[in-house]
């Protein structure tokens, strides 16, 4: 069972940059396809990007609206996965989550209720 927690969030202007990080602590975490959600306030948790296991390459998911903004990366040897987010807007101000799949679990899904374990979030706010 991997714990996650996330770190990284904050207050920035808009047209910044934060990276957010999900340190994991299993010993495994290679083997976990990762996610970021974000949940705004009165509105449903959303896909926001995704990134394969080792095992089956580097693939990685993201939403719309966030290409070219977003970068999802891991370092498995720091049982990490980070968000890095740039060129941010006041529409990108959420809850971010991080999650994972269960162990070895293939497939970049954009479902939250296939990602089996979450961490506790971490405040994103943009100002205009």
């Known amino acids: 069972q991997v714990q996650l927690v996330e770190s990284g969030g904050g207050l920035v202007q808009a047209g910044g940059s934060l990276r957010l990080s999900c340190a994991g602590s299993?010993?495994?975490?290679?083997?976990?396809?990762m996610g970021w959600f974000r949940q705004a306030p009165g509105k449903e948790r959303m896909f926001v990007a995704a990134?394969?296991?080792?095992?089956?390459?580097?693939?990685?998911r993201y939403e719309d609206s966030v290409k070219g903004r977003f970068t999802i990366s891991r370092d498995n040897t720091e049982n990490t996965v980070y968000l890095q987010m740039n060129s941010l807007k006041p529409e990108d101000t959420a809850v971010y989550y991080c999650?994972?799949?269960?162990?070895?679990?293939?497939?970049?899904?954009?479902?939250?209720?296939?990602?089996?374990?979450w961490g506790q979030g971490t405040q994103v706010t943009v100002s205009s």
């Open positions: 999650a994972a799949r269960k162990l070895g679990e293939n497939g970049l899904g954009f479902d939250p209720s296939v990602y089996y374990y």
């Open positions: 299993d010993r495994t975490f290679n083997r976990y396809t």
């Open positions: 990134i394969t296991w080792t095992g089956i390459g580097r693939n990685t």
